[in-house]
């Protein structure tokens, strides 16, 4: 259950929280402080910083916020420190601590038991983060946490609506353990916040975090949960009295209505709801002498969950006490809520001056839309069972109010949903056309991009095309312009129009557990070789050029030709022994070689016949290239610029590219053995695609997109090393996996994204597509091609069908040594939505991470 109604900003970034309501441990400056800690706001100097820089293992310095009231927070937003370009101090990860009261300070921990939360990478994207479980509070606390000292400064905004129920804790006993012959159900409250002593609970937890169990109740909506995750529940054989005993406590004394129990009734497991339940109520010191007792009418017929709703007969109380008696063996709570007259109103505390009313809240995060619909009644909770907008049943007018709203609400889904149909029929009717006749490609030229020239032909007209890159569109004529299906498209949409001089270079990061990729002008860097090396913004190429890096000339004599990698169109790859080359290399270059032997090196290396524009591709990507420093990218050691033919000369890996590496290998085990062939372990595989991982997570840090990731751009060393190169392309061993269309277009399109191919959209999220594939490659031993069993038209159809999102779509197979988890990671990074792929950060994290 996502909690679509109870994620609206609560003021931070719009100002109803007040300044007062803000503090923090310490300040840098008074420009600094507490105060100046809100997203989105430039004011003072930026953000919150602490006065001192945050250290490992120290929690000591946090931004507290009060909300003056109890609040359902089930969001969080932070960012860094931009000031206008001035500032670059952000919190890569922190944690929440929270309080109802004060006094008592809870840590947050996520469904599995983490307390840190991943934060922001730079100091402008907003970072959005969904609490799961949600939070139930008055004060929340962020708390930076670093791995090294760091200067860090915070902005932040919460996410969520008033706590309209009043429940501050409830007091029950620890659930029990029910052992079935399939499996072990645990039933105990996994997420309680609260203390547990002598076996019974105080606090908040499953009974309060709005998610409602299945009728089966070993099934769970969370994900990778245990049977039984949704519940808490109770055997009778526990209890000599044949009831179980749960207090709840409330902020202030209120006039209770009803109480709504979701209970299990799954009979064929002896689960079945309460038979009777008997209310004391306790308003100042004393609990009443008399008790209210109700037996609700079952259907002993039906299994489903369901509310079991208890009159509470307008009792006044801080405090009710209720004995729930057992009506089998077991008897299984998801959900209790309560209602009181008090809060029929609907009306949330003075100091927001909100009202509880339907409506949609859009809030702009950097150009991103994050639309939050909030209303009385949720479409998260069937009818009347949100805990924090209860509605009165009796308040005729409001309830009226809200179910007309709710009416229109429907309407407007349904007339978007048949507007959708009817554009994706016409759209599927379009490509079915064009993909019978034969396929066609464009050059494209984009006026958003700036592209420097380069696949230049021979060809007078061709030699001066400078489009970014060549683009495949089977779909149909509104293809051959990419603004006009852009524009078409809901999750483009909001970017199409923009001129490019305006067009931002960054985005706001959306990760409910998963982000939103940049997707800014970007410079593309075609080698003179034929091969495609790195796409990067063109604002980080200012950047880089700003500065120069010292790259040596080095001897054409001391150059060893030994064998041709391969070629381009204005260029070829060389296989070296370079003599001497210690003495040219960078102190950062470590070599276990002696300084009187060879270093074998690529030489990259362009025609004398080459055109004034290969000649400039040729010596910006060197000026690229000698700052790309990162221990699995291929480095950049010398080059020959003085004299033609000009010549950058980079490493080279002793075991060659790792398809050819890994095709000459065999799995571990007893084949293997019998065989007599070489083999490399899982373990090692895993740390192979680790570390291809670490590259690109440099690479994308930096905004380069790679666009041709793929195991035959990648080089092994000694002990398994991996670094990422871009030779693959001028090899004539790899021009199967190439796509010629025309004679023209060149381009790897079983390991490009559906928007690659289709719409020319080459970003990280699409270098998060082919590292998939890659890692595929690896765990397949690089015995087999990326969809074997298609054509390159079918190939070509089949990310048609990724782009109509029909289910129709065919997805490489599980490999045979790939285990579950590592198959997970690749279906992740084939999500259709560009925003839900991981990042290569969290790629190389799960990879880690993975046994």
């Known amino acids: ?31 600094t402080a507490a105060r100046y800690g809100r997203l989105d706001s430039e004011d003072g100097d930026g953000a919150w910083c602490p006065e001192i820089t945050v250290e490992p293992d120290n929690l000591k310095e946090f931004l507290q916020i009060d909300l003056r009231s109890l609040h359902f927070i089930t969001l969080v937003g932070t960012q860094g420190r931009n000031a206008g370009g001035m500032g670059n101090e952000f919190a890569q990860k922190y944690k929440i601590k929270y309080s109802r009261d004060g006094s008592r300070w809870i840590s947050w921990r996520n469904r599995q038991g983490k307390q840190v939360i991943e934060g922001n990478s730079n100091a402008y994207d907003v ?13 929340v606390r962020f708390m930076p946490v670093t791995d090294h000292s760091m200067n860090i400064c915070m902005r932040v905004e919460l996410y969520g609506c008033e706590w309209l129920d009043g429940l501050v804790s409830y007091n029950a006993p620890v659930g029990g353990q029910m052992n079935l012959a399939s499996d072990t159900v645990y039933l105990n409250d996994s997420v309680y916040d609260g203390a547990i002593i002598h076996r019974y609970m105080s606090g908040l937890g499953q009974l309060t975090d709005g998610v409602f169990g299945e ?47 979701y209970c299990n009734n799954m009979l064929s497991h002896n689960v079945r709801t309460f038979h009777q339940v008997v209310c004391y109520f306790r308003s100042e010191s004393d609990w009443e002498a008399t008790p209210l007792s ?111 709203a709710i009416i229109f609400i429907l309407l407007v889904i349904i007339v978007i949903i048949l507007w959708r149909q009817v554009w994706q029929k016409m759209l599927e009717k379009a490509s079915r056309r064009m993909l019978d006749d034969e396929l066609t490609t464009s050059l494209s030229i984009q006026s958003e991009t700036f592209a420097y020239n380069h696949n230049h032909s021979s060809v007078t007209g061709e030699q001066e095309s400078n489009s970014t890159y060549e683009r495949i569109f089977p779909l149909g004529p509104d293809y051959q ?57 063109a604002v980080t190429m200012d950047l880089l050029s700003g500065k120069d ?63 004034k524009n290969a000649r400039n591709d040729f010596l910006k990507e060197i000026k690229i290239m000698s700052r790309l420093k990162d221990p699995n990218i291929i480095r950049l050691l010398a080059v020959c610029i003085h004299s033609d033919p000009l010549c950058m000369i980079t490493e080279y890996m002793e075991n060659g590219d790792l398809n050819q590496f890994l095709s000459r290998h065999e799995p571990e085990g007893q084949l293997a053995l019998l065989s007599n062939a070489v083999t490399v372990s899982f373990s090692n595989l895993c740390y192979m695609a680790t570390q291809i991982a670490s590259g690109m997570k440099y690479l994308s840090s930096l905004n380069f997109v790679h666009r041709d990731l793929a195991t035959r751009n990648c080089l092994v060393g000694k002990k398994y090393t991996i670094k990422i190169a871009d030779f693959g392309m001028s090899r004539n061993l790899y021009s199967g996996d190439y796509y010629r269309i025309q004679g023209r277009a060149v381009l790897p399109i079983r390991w490009m994204s559906w928007e690659s191919i289709l719409l020319g959209k080459f970003t990280t999220a699409s270098d998060v597509w082919a590292f998939g594939v890659t890692l595929w490659e690896i765990l397949n031993f690089c015995k087999e091609q990326p969809y074997s069993q298609l054509t390159d038209e079918q ?29 997970k990671i690749m279906l992740s990074c084939w999500k259709r939505n560009t925003k ?11 990879l880690l991470d993975t046994p």
């Open 215 to 261: 009728d089966d109740f070993t099934q769970s909506h969370i994900h990778n949960a245990w049977p039984g995750y949704d519940y808490v529940g109770w055997n009778n054989g526990s209890f000599p009295s044949g009831y179980v005993e749960i207090m709840f406590e409330f902020d202030r004394t209120r006039n209770f209505t009803t109480m709504k129990v």
């Open 549 to 611: 890096v010292a790259i040596e000339e080095f001897p054409r004599k001391l150059l060893n030709f030994k064998e041709k990698l391969g070629e381009g169109q204005f260029g070829e790859v060389h296989l070296c022994e370079a003599q001497g080359m210690q003495e040219f290399m960078n102190k950062e270059f470590l070599f276990d070689i002696s300084d009187d032997l060879p270093v074998l090196v690529a030489v990259k290396m362009l025609r004398s016949d080459a055109n």
């Open 795 to 823: 190939v070509i159809e089949n990310t048609g069908e990724f782009f109509r999102d029909q289910k129709r779509q065919i997805y490489l197979p599980q490999p045979v040594l790939c285990p579950d988890p590592l198959y």
């Open 836 to 846: 839900e792929r991981p990042s290569f950060q969290e790629i190389h994290q799960a």
């Open 127 to 139: 970072v959005l983060k969904g609490l799961e479980p949600p939070i139930i509070a008055r004060f």
């Open 1 to 31: 259950h996502s909690f679509c109604v109870c994620r609206y900003a609560l003021g931070m970034s719009g100002g109803q929280i007040q300044d007062e309501d803000i503090s923090a441990s310490s300040q840098w400056s008074e420009s």
């Open 481 to 537: 312009e990419p603004s006009r299906l852009i524009s078409k498209l809901p999750e483009f949409a909001q970017t199409s129009e923009e001129p490019a001089a305006s067009k931002s270079t960054t985005a706001t990061v959306i990760q409910d557990g998963a982000p939103h990729y940049a997707e800014a002008d970007i410079v593309n860097l075609q080698g003179v070789t034929g091969s495609n090396t790195y796409a990067i913004p």
């Open 294 to 404: 109700f037996s609700p009418v079952v259907d002993d017929t039906n299994p489903s969950a369901r509310f079991v709703t208890v009159n509470l007969a307008n009792h006044m109380a801080s405090s009710i006490k209720c004995q729930f008696y057992f009506g089998d063996a077991w008897m299984l709570f998801s959900e209790i809520t309560f209602q009181s007259d008090s809060l029929g109103m609907c009306i949330s505390s003075a100091h927001t001056g909100r009202t509880c009313k339907l409506h949609t809240e859009k809030s702009i995060q950097n150009g991103i839309f994050l639309q939050f619909a909030t209303s009385c009644i949720s479409s998260c909770f069937p009818p009347d069972e949100d805990p924090t907008h209860k509605v009165d049943d009796s308040n005729t007018r409001i309830l009226i109010g809200c179910l007309v």
